[in-house]
């Protein structure tokens, strides 16, 4: 078993869930994050306050920093003016077994940050999967094994999931359909450990929530920490999970179950409508 995990970091993209030890990952500062379309209801909050630069860059140098503390190895894509949302990397693709999907953005504003990181594999020697013509977005995208979950938005469709279904003949691809307003099935579901995950009620299905609540123990976010993105936290294994501060009940029901809640804040940046799940592009669980 230490051989065949020895084996796995060795690799430079490996990823099979959300909550496997995280080894390495893409993220980019927020140096032009700036509300120029309102995506979702946290946005739309802050559209007249704006967005304090000085202070999200802060914040997101203090989520690098813990991360690395935790020896996760921090990739920086470079920043551009003409991409006001780049911080949330998370949506430019998924890393699916040794392969990373590449994204074909589906809003205007966000397109082009998908060439960003594929100059960067590139340069790496990374090869990918370029899902030309697919409007699907990571934020979308949650694995868990086998079972790969797809939520179905306004920046994913279902042409894209059953074309993705028809890639990946070895997993289960399972549509969930959620309120549009919520922007990504991140904000709404995310799973924290085999047998643990987060949900929203609201914004699904009860068939969802019925399948769910048979493969899971559900931790049931209210209305006010949905709003402040608690579903929203990243996995980066052993059972730490990143989270905000301020969602107390979420935090609170992590760690009854064992979880190890490291609390970083980064409200500034949630602003923009996203938190640390949608800030990072797992490229190597292991």
Request: charged share 30%; with cysteine; glycine share 6%.
């Amino acid at each position: 078993m230490a051989a065949e995990q020895e084996k796995h970091y060795q690799l430079k993209t490996y990823c099979y869930n959300e909550y496997d030890p995280l080894k390495r990952v893409v993220l980019c500062q927020p140096q032009y994050m700036t509300i120029r379309d309102v995506i979702n209801e946290t946005q739309s909050k802050y559209k007249d306050e704006g967005i304090d630069i000085d202070r999200a860059v802060e914040q997101h140098t203090k989520l690098v920093k813990t991360l690395r503390e935790h020896d996760v190895d921090v990739i920086l894509l470079p920043y551009h003016k003409k991409y006001p949302e780049q911080v949330f990397t998370r949506d430019i693709g998924f890393t699916l077994g040794q392969t990373i999907f590449v994204a074909d953005m589906a809003h205007e504003v966000r397109e082009g940050e998908e060439d960003v990181l594929k100059l960067w594999l590139e340069d790496e020697n990374i090869p990918y999967y370029n899902l030309i013509g697919d409007e699907i977005e990571g934020g979308d995208v949650i694995i868990d094994g086998e079972n790969v979950y797809v939520g179905l938005s306004n920046r994913t469709n279902k042409q894209a999931v059953e074309h993705l279904q028809g890639l990946l003949s070895n997993f289960n691809v399972i549509k969930v359909p959620f309120k549009e307003k919520y922007l990504h099935l991140d904000c709404v579901f995310n799973v924290v450990s085999p047998d643990v995950a987060l949900i929203y009620e609201p914004a699904l299905t009860q068939e969802n929530i019925d399948t769910f609540s048979s493969r899971y123990d559900l931790i049931k976010v209210n209305e006010e920490e949905q709003f402040k993105l608690g579903t929203n936290v990243l996995c980066i294994g052993n059972n730490k999970v990143l989270s905000l501060p301020v969602n107390k009940h979420v935090n609170d029901e992590l760690r009854k179950r064992g979880f190890d809640v490291i609390e970083v804040d980064i409200t500034e940046i949630i602003k923009s409508g996203g938190s640390f799940r949608c800030c990072t592009l797992p490229l190597l669980r292991g």
